[in-house]
Structure formats: C-alpha cells, structure tokens
Nanobody
Framework: QVQLVESGGGLVQPGGSLRISCVSS????????MAWYRQAPGKQRALVAY???????YYTNSIKDRFTISTDNAKNTMYLQMNSLKPEDTADYYC????????WGQGTQVTVSS
C-alpha cells in the first residue's frame, strides 16, 4: 500500500506564501494523476488541484493563478506552492490520487491569519 505523507503547513499572514509537500513511499507520481485536497473547518474535503503524469494541471477557481501544483518524480514528491494566501485558504491539506483513493494521510494544517 502506498503511503503519502504531507508536510510544510503552518501559520502565515494574509498575502504570504507557503509550499507544502507530499512524499510517496514508492515511485508513484509518474503513473498516477495526483491531487491536493483541503478541508476547511466545518466543511467537507474538496479538490484543490491535480496534475497528470503528462503534466497537465487543473485548479479550482478559488485558487487559480495563486497556487501551483508540481511533482518531482526523482524525489517521489509533489508540491503545492501557495502564493497570495487568504484567510479562506485556511484548511487541512491532503494529497491523494485523482479520483481520490480510500486511504488518506494525516494532512498538513495551513492557517492564514494576521
């Protein structure tokens, strides 16, 4: 079973930037469409962005032009570069395949607040 571990979250001021990471236990990203999801307090988990093995990307409207998804297959790592962060970006962020598989990691918490 593939293990995905998210990291890099933290507290950042509005307008700031943060890069979160997702590390896979096996070579995975070169053959799977991978995605970032987030779950804000009191809300359901939702898709943020995904990237295909060919490098095609999708971003949900609320983060388009602010966030960038990427992978480094040599490091079995996926990233989400988040710029111009807003308080409404506050959430627990998770990585998974797209469509999502049944197993989720612990996530990484991102808090945007002054």
């Amino acid at each position: 079973q593939v293990q995905l571990v998210e990291s890099g979250g933290g507290l950042v001021q509005p307008g700031g930037s943060l890069r979160i990471s997702c590390v896979s236990s096996v070579t995975f990203f070169s053959r799977e469409t991978m995605a970032w999801y987030r779950q804000a307090p009191g809300k359901q988990r939702a898709l943020v962005a995904y990237i295909s093995p060919a490098g095609n990307t999708y971003y949900t409207n609320s983060i388009k032009d602010r966030f960038t998804i990427s992978t480094d297959n040599a490091k079995n790592t996926m990233y989400l570069q988040m710029n111009s962060l807003k308080p409404e970006d506050t959430a627990d962020y998770y990585c998974n395949t797209f469509p999502a598989g049944p197993h989720w990691g612990q996530g990484t918490q991102v808090t945007v607040s002054s």
